[in-house]
DNA sequence: GCTATAGATAAGCAGATACTTATCTATCAG
DNA sequence: CTGATAGATAAGTATCTGCTTATCTATAGC
């Protein structure tokens, strides 16, 4: 929940791809397996870690665990960077563009 | 350059320190170094892990080094976070806001 | 009940991290 | 040249990470 957490969650190139994984809906825990070379255990053990630093929720579903994106889980990250926009260069008009496409 | 390097850099609160020191302007080692309680070398690699991940700059002036935030850093965080905009609620709203003061 | 499957937990280990003290290099002041 | 200072580098170490295999728990189907 605090930045180190969030940060230190998503140093690790299997967690990023986690969460990738999850832009396109809830999975459970074999689903997000699939393409990265490491054993249940390890997938199980980044997914405890995400969920720790408030990235991902859960729902039990019998014997299966449906995992999605927490909404406010990147907030922090956000509000981190915004501190730093003076050093966004150009990187500004893309978001107005973003923003304003997302208006429509 | 690379995500990894950059939230893995990000992922240390010290590290984050330093970034936060140079929001307002170039600073010397020395300087960095204030309120971290951390040795000088300490300090040198935090300072080489930012460069290395393209977080800082410096600039040699005689025996000193002046460091300063490198403008396009954090665009890779900036262009990941971006990815996961459908997630953001109404943090949106601020980034609007945020953004039209700025052109202002 | 028995067996299979989803996922978590335990234990162990190799490599990475963050720190320390000691030392080195380079510039500056006299 | 000499001594002091800014900063980097070296070497050593305790702790943390990310992984593995083995095992455990819980649900589901028969």
């Known amino acids: 929940m605090n930045e180190t957490d969030i940060f230190r969650a998503l ?14 809906g809830e999975k459970n825990a074999t689903e997000l397996r699939e393409g990265l070379r490491i054993s249940q255990p390890a997938v199980s053990q980044h997914v405890a870690v995400l969920r720790g630093a408030g990235l991902i929720a859960e729902k039990k ?42 208006d429509q």
């Open 11 to 24: 140093a690790d190139p299997n967690r990023r791809a986690v969460l990738e994984r999850l832009l396109d």
């Open 61 to 102: 579903e019998g014997r299966h665990v449906r995992y999605s994106l927490a909404p406010e889980g990147l907030a922090p990250v956000l509000d981190w960077l915004t501190r730093y926009r003076a050093y966004w260069p150009e990187r500004v008009e893309r978001l107005k563009a973003l923003l304003k496409e997302m």
